[in-house]
């Protein structure tokens, strides 16, 4: 078998044509969105993370956008917030301490291979 010599014109193709790949799967919505936002709570006293807080996110310029909530795929204790940049208002809840709301701005960066993240840590104390 012969074996052809890489014209120095290839590779750069090769990336234009991997990036308008992404680019097309991520319009069509296949790819999710671009920018992540990474909430965990921890008890103010214990400095222990809380399991399962309910999260949840409005975009102040859009209040009824909705982003997609999920918890992390690797951590149960860590929640996603995946949406488009702007300023959202993160509340975080959960029974037997105080609701804790956090404004986050989150840059218009990221892309479908490494989307942009943020994270964000309350601390939430428990009721009496």
């Not at 399962?52 to 149960?76: F, G, K």
């Amino acid at each position: 078998m012969r074996y052809r010599r890489l014209a120095p014109w290839m590779p750069s193709l090769l990336v234009l044509l991997l990036a308008s790949e992404c680019h097309f799967i991520a319009a069509w919505g296949a790819c999710g969105a671009f920018l992540v936002i990474r909430v965990s709570a921890t008890d103010s006293q214990l400095y222990s993370r809380i399991a399962n807080p309910l999260v949840s996110a409005t975009r102040l310029d859009q209040p009824s956008y909705a982003a997609t909530i999920s918890r992390a795929p690797s951590d149960s204790m860590v929640t996603e917030i995946r949406g488009d940049g702007g300023t959202y208002d993160i509340t975080v809840a959960k029974a037997g301490y105080t609701t804790v709301t956090r404004r986050v701005d989150v840059p218009f960066r990221g892309t479908c291979v490494a989307p942009g993240a943020v994270d964000l840590d309350v601390a939430m104390t428990p009721l009496e």
